[in-house]
């Protein structure tokens, strides 16, 4: 797994590798070896333009220039001011040596200038805004920035492309968008999602120092990106002395009359995922129609109102079904009332492994008043409990403003929240998003997203019957639960590619990925089992 670091912290190891003794010149001479280095790996990169910003991410940029000079490039280096005029005195001394070493510099170009040089560019390096960028991107970075992303050159950019957060993923209106990023000392999260996810191409990063792996390490990361390799413990059991039921069971517990699809669509991706016998259990009003869409799957009416969400009477037949299970999902297209909060309440009560999702999760918000960290009792329970909020669940659960939890940064603080006010070891928050994050108190892992083509309704209920099937199958095994609740996650992002390469990738619906999710969970894990393919080759 790789270390993701907050902006505070990787300051916070810059610090630390101080005191060890490595300083800041020496880092920002190290970056820009780093940077030149992926750029001579690129092959033949004669002519490299760098453009460079006033801070130390633009001093970095003068070390590469300098470097890539003495590789024998042609490298002109796009700077606002004079070397002698630059601010801070690291990147100007860096500057100033670059010159002395013969590497070209343009002072403030105009934008025609700067289109003609770069039409000459192979390699052009990102070197003009770094982690100390903020608000909008101002002149003439914008101008620059458009003419980069215009061009035909290579970009590599240098910590972090230009405009970007690498806190929050989010970008500004001008953005480069990279061929590659060579990011320093560590991941930040903003690189792995939202805008990021576009504009950073292939990450490098480049650790600088021998001790950054320690230092890292130390400033506990906010998460960890895993491998392939990292799932092993992870994979579902492929024994043949199983039976249907020992092959793990899963209740459903979801629809109203308004919305019966979301638990059919839940229970067949449970049998999918490979769960022997799933069990659907809805409002009486849905029952018959989500009985025509499941052949297999039986499905069991509830008592429900006037409306055909369930009442508070279905808590005992609920309970009984779930005391069977090997594991129970509740949530999907419930909607919310006093009757499906009190079915959601008896469930948790339980010590069946439970998932949690959608309606549940708006039912816990109720429940606790949108403020679950404060009600840490209400899902403190022996058994696995997992709870898979996309960012608008996960804002009303801890009570933060519709809109409150808008990066990955804020998923992995509200689920922070959650988890350390349970502090018990049975509790996953899957945080979804354009990255997802599952959090336990133990640690965040976060699982390489999926395309786009999951954006689509009803694809967080593919999601959730997935992972009840899961924990259905892994219920007797010790397995690090944020791990085996980012395998689920792993198999419903490669579903949505297979979908998405099946279908289009604007056409994928849901039912598309449930199709996939068999053949999907193959893949990965073959890729888990045989990362270099089955005969090693
Ligand atoms: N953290 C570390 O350990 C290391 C950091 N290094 C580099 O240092 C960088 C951070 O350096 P700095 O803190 O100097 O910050 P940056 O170089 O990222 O940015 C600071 C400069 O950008 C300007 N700026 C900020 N917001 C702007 C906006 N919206 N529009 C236009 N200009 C804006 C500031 O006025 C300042 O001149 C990293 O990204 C990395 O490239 C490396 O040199 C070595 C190691
Ligand atoms: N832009 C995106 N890129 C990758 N995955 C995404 C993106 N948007 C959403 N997802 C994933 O799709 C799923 C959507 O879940 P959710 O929002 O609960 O959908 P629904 O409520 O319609 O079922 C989550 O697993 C989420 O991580
Ligand atoms: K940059």
Known sequence: ??????????????????????????????????????????GEMDNVVVLAGMGNNGGDGWVAAEALRAQGANVTVVSPVEPDALPGDLPRQVAQSAVRAGAS???????????????TADVALDCMLGTGFHGEVRAPFDIWIECLNASTARVVSVDVPSGLSAQTGLAAEACVVADMTVTMLALKPGLLTDDGRDVCGAIVVAPLAEQTDRLVVDEDPVAWRTDLADYLEALLPRTSAVDKFSRGSVLVVGGSRRYPGAAIMAALAAARMGAGYVTLATPASAAAVAQAHLLEIPVVPLPEDADGTLTADARDVVCKLAERSSAVLVGPGLRVSGGTCAVVSALLGMDVPLVVDADGLNCLARLTNGALPQYPEIIRRSAPLVITPHRGELARLVGRPAGGVSSLSDQLDAARDIVWADGGSELVVVGKGTATCCVSVERAVLPKPGPAALATAGSGDVLAGMMASAIAQRSEADVDPALLAAYVCEVHAYAGTLAAERRGS??????????????????VDAHVAYPDGPAGE
């Not at 993701?4 to 190891?13: M, Q, W």
């Open 1 to 42: 797994m790789q270390p993701v670091l907050n902006i505070d912290d990787v300051k916070r190891v810059e610090v630390a590798l101080t005191r060890e003794g490595v300083s800041v010149s020496e880092l920002m001479h190290r970056a820009g070896l780093a940077a030149a280095q992926e750029v001579l790996e690129l």
């Open 506 to 523: 604007r056409a994928v619906m849901a039912s598309d990925i449930i199709d996939v999710v068999g053949v999907a969970s193959d893949a």
């Open 105 to 119: 510099v343009l002072v403030g170009p105009s934008r025609d200038e700067l289109d003609d040089l770069l039409a």
